[in-house]
């Protein structure tokens, strides 16, 4: 089992920015396509980007040119570095693998709002 601990969330104004962290237990980002997923109250969970093994990228279309994934394998941390926030970005920012391997966290609040 791998355990999940999001953080970097907090309250934002309209086109501010915040880096978002998810620190993975084992060493699981060479193995697994790793992905940022967020869910907005009365709404499903959804996928926002996903990043392989072996480095490459893609995004939701809400939050292409916006938003970008990375990770650092030594340290076993993935980032999502979101910037020109909207409210519509307020909600619970999750990681895991593309395949929701594992036991979701618990999950970091983003709110945008003036």
């Known amino acids: 089992q791998v355990q999940f601990v999001e953080s970097g969330g907090g309250l934002v104004q309209p086109g501010g920015s915040l880096r978002l962290s998810c620190a993975a237990s084992?060493?699981?980002?060479?193995?697994?396509?790793m992905a940022w997923y967020r869910q907005a109250p009365g709404k499903q969970r959804e996928l926002v980007a996903r990043?392989?093994?072996?480095?490459?990228?893609n995004y939701a279309d809400f939050v292409k040119g916006r938003f970008t994934i990375s990770r650092d394998d030594a340290e076993n941390i993935m980032y999502l570095q979101m910037s020109s926030l909207q409210p519509e970005d307020t909600a619970v920012y999750y990681c895991?693998?593309?395949?929701?391997?594992?036991?979701w966290g618990q999950g970091t609040q983003v709110t945008v709002s003036s």
């Open positions: 895991n693998t593309l395949s929701k391997t594992f036991y």
């Open positions: 990043i392989t093994y072996g480095g490459s990228t």
């Open positions: 084992r060493s699981i980002f060479r193995i697994y396509t």
